[in-house]
């Protein structure tokens, strides 16, 4: 009878615990469920972070391993600490804040962005979802939230620069990269240098399959679609693979006044011809494709010489690898047609870019509209244009991208800007979109 006693209250003891843990449990996930990031505090950090490197235009010209560079790194490091987590510079230079949680081995989740600027660029690209991702982590703290996964909070060094630190997080950061001159004037290896990391210790910083649940990434559009068609949200698709091609097209420099309209080689009228056919065939295909003529120069250059020679750039992008060779297959096509039409040579000779189409993780996506659909927010899928850190994160984890509307489509410039309402928008879907990964919703 003793005996069956205490197997009785044992019995009853167990159900106790598990009925506490089940109440907790469901409160737990009631609070973090409620959960939203502080829109002033945002606010005002990005207004904050835009004075190092501040230009008369309004802008930043914070380009990476600038002094002001250095400068915005160590204010985003202060906020960091002050979210509570614990900051260290890897080898390549990014600077990552970490936060434990219960399962010491379970993968982290890891999110951020960049704050390296290009030249006379804006005060949003980047740091919304670097300062974005700070703040989810602060608002964790403040309301003693314990995630079961480790937390990653990631500023990726010179994203502008050629996605230079998560280029090395994932192990192909190359030794001829290294060696490569920044808008700072100093080479990679000296800015890694300069920024805290250590360029000849680079196998330090990588991070392989296994070790994160998922990259998430917060970033403003860069485009005009959620503004002009008023969404709050861009669950992002994929990163555009980008070509380039350098193309020369050789005529003849003659006099331009003594040479007759039909016995001319002018490699510019070539040109001319072969920029209205990227666009012919590039818009000719049903798709979100883009294809670019963005520089062009002619020789000789003077007003009273035909052009004997022109080299251009071409650029396409899409999310489709395939649909790119088949668009530079048919400008192939029209350039021969041109060139025999003007008596002239066009060659493309490829330029590498190291750039190709990322797509995000489906799940990841599915999770992102679930939580802007439970925050009242409007949301559209849609590809990015633009390389992102995400694109090469993609390669050893699961990666999903939130978009907020960039006023106007401006972007990579002083002029850039979005809505405080958008920035904190976007990181109340990256904090429930951390949430929910971290309760279970990958699996």
Not at 67 to 90: C, F, N, P, W
Not at 348 to 377: C, Q, Y
């Amino acid at each position: 009878m003793h005996k069956f006693s205490n197997l009785f209250w044992r019995a009853i003891i167990s159900i106790s615990l598990l009925a506490n843990t089940y109440v907790f449990a469901q409160t737990a996930h009631r609070v973090a469920k409620n959960l939203r990031v502080n829109a002033t505090r945002l606010e005002q950090r990005i207004l904050a972070l835009a004075e190092f490197g501040k230009n008369p235009q309004g802008g930043v010209s914070r380009v990476a391993f600038s002094e002001a560079d250095i400068q915005g790194r160590h204010y985003v490091m202060s906020l960091m600490r002050e979210a509570g987590l614990t900051v260290k510079i890897d080898a390549a230079g990014n600077i990552i804040g970490r936060r434990e949680g219960r399962d010491p081995k379970l993968p982290s989740i890891i999110f951020g962005s960049h704050i390296d600027s290009v030249p006379n660029g804006g005060n949003y690209d980047g740091d919304v979802g670097s300062l974005g991702a700070i703040e989810c982590a602060q608002v964790l703290h403040e309301s003693n939230v314990i995630t079961h996964h480790p937390l990653e909070i990631v500023v990726f060094a010179n994203e502008e620069g050629g996605l230079v630190g998560s280029r090395a997080m994932i192990g192909g950061l190359t030794a001829e990269a290294l060696a490569v001159k920044s808008h700072s004037g100093k080479t990679i290896r000296e800015g890694i240098r300069a920024i805290g990391g250590d360029p000849d210790q680079l196998s330090e910083a990588i991070r392989r399959k296994g070790d994160f649940r998922a990259y998430l990434e917060l970033h403003i559009e860069q485009g005009g679609i959620l503004d002009a068609e008023k969404i709050n949200i861009g669950v992002v698709e994929g990163i555009v693979g980008i070509k380039w091609w350098e193309v020369t097209i050789e005529g003849f420099a003659n006099h331009a006044g003594t040479t007759p309209m039909d016995k001319r080689q002018d490699a510019l009228l070539a040109a001319a011809q072969l920029v209205l056919a990227v666009n012919k065939v590039v818009t000719n295909v049903p798709g979100r494709q883009v294809g670019t003529v963005g520089r062009i120069t002619a020789e000789p250059g003077a007003p009273n010489v035909i052009p004997g020679k022109v080299v251009l750039s071409l650029e396409l992008r899409d999310l489709s690898s395939e649909k790119v060779n088949s668009l530079f297959q048919n400008i192939q096509a029209e350039a021969n047609a041109i060139a025999q039409k003007t008596g002239t040579r066009i060659s493309f000779a490829s330029i590498p870019t190291n750039s190709i189409p990322a797509l995000t993780d489906e799940h990841v996506r599915k999770i992102i509209a679930e939580s802007a659909r439970e925050l009242g927010l409007s949301f559209k899928l849609m590809p990015s244009g633009a390389g992102h850190d995400a694109q090469e994160m993609a390669r050893i984890t699961a990666s999903g991208m939130i978009f907020v509307p960039s006023v106007g489509g401006i972007s990579h410039s002083p002029k850039e800007f979005t809505e405080p309402e958008d920035m904190a928008n976007g990181a109340d879907v990256l904090l429930q979109t951390i949430l929910k990964i971290d309760q279970g919703a990958l699996e």
